[in-house]
């Protein structure tokens, strides 16, 4: 069992196979180049928790075969999570086009203005957003991909948990090399069909890009398809999303 403080959850776990485990490995280590990323040495010093996520995952996804980055449509393989993995689409809610540009103007807070929804289900912005029985989540940290950071907090609703919200402007990291504003977020697990909910508060007002850096764990079928269909709730292959 994997419990997760913060979650307040504990998760079973089917171990990878020695082999699972060096495909993992070897192909986490091709994953994110240049070596001097910033982003990359987050990521690389959460490899423990990665292979803990992976065996969560596995448990919750019926025990398939890992089949790494190119697995086969019935294997479980991996990816960086997508805008389509979590709901965002082009549809009567605008949220994004498969990218992480939030298309609204955020809001400065202050009084009567609070926290703005940004991962929900596509069709009500209150409600939460439910992952797809086909994935698992592990969220790592938000990039806001602008110059200006804007985010001042987040909070999150997941499963029966309800993380309160924090100032993450002491938390975030800058890479002064490339300009990339990195906020870690507490370790957990979005397992499949899980609701989840993340709301950001923000200090200034302006059009912000915020993204959702971490793993997806997940069927071939589902990680090879693009833009999420609410009313399945899932993501299928094409060219325009739908709701």
């Not at 910033?38 to 803990?52: A, H, P, Y």
């Not at 949220?95 to 298309?103: G, L, M």
């Not at 990039?143 to 987040?154: D, H, S």
């Not at 890479?175 to 950001?200: C, S």
Request: hydrophobic content about 40%; charged content about 15%.
């Amino acid at each position: 069992m994997v419990r997760l403080a913060i979650q307040n959850e504990e998760f079973a776990q089917t171990d990878l196979t020695s082999d699972e485990i060096n495909r993992l490995i070897n192909q986490w280590n091709d994953l994110y180049i240049p070596g001097w990323s910033f982003e990359r040495q987050f990521i690389g010093n959460k490899l423990e928790t990665v292979k803990l996520f992976c065996a969560v995952a596995k448990n919750a996804l019926n025990d398939l075969n890992f089949g790494g980055i190119n697995c086969g449509n019935s294997e479980l393989g991996f990816t960086s999570i997508r805008p389509g993995h979590v709901g965002l689409v082009n549809g009567t809610v605008p949220e994004a086009d498969n990218v992480w540009k939030w298309k609204h103007d955020c809001r400065r807070e202050a009084n009567g203005v609070g926290f703005e929804n940004w991962i929900h289900s596509p069709t009500t912005s209150t409600t939460p957003f439910a992952v797809s029985s086909d994935s698992c989540f592990y969220p790592m940290y938000i990039v806001e991909e602008n110059v200006c950071p804007k985010i001042q907090t987040v909070k999150m609703s997941i499963g029966r948990t309800n993380i309160l919200h924090y100032d993450v402007r002491a938390a975030r990291l800058r890479d002064y090399q490339t300009g990339t504003n990195l906020i870690p977020l507490p370790t957990t697990f979005w397992i499949k069909n899980m609701d989840v909910l993340v709301a950001l508060g923000f200090m200034a007002s302006g059009v912000t890009e915020p993204r959702l850096g971490g793993f997806c764990v997940g069927k071939g079928s589902f990680l090879n398809s693009t833009f999420y269909t609410a009313s399945i709730n899932t993501v299928l292959p094409g060219t325009a999303a739908s709701v």
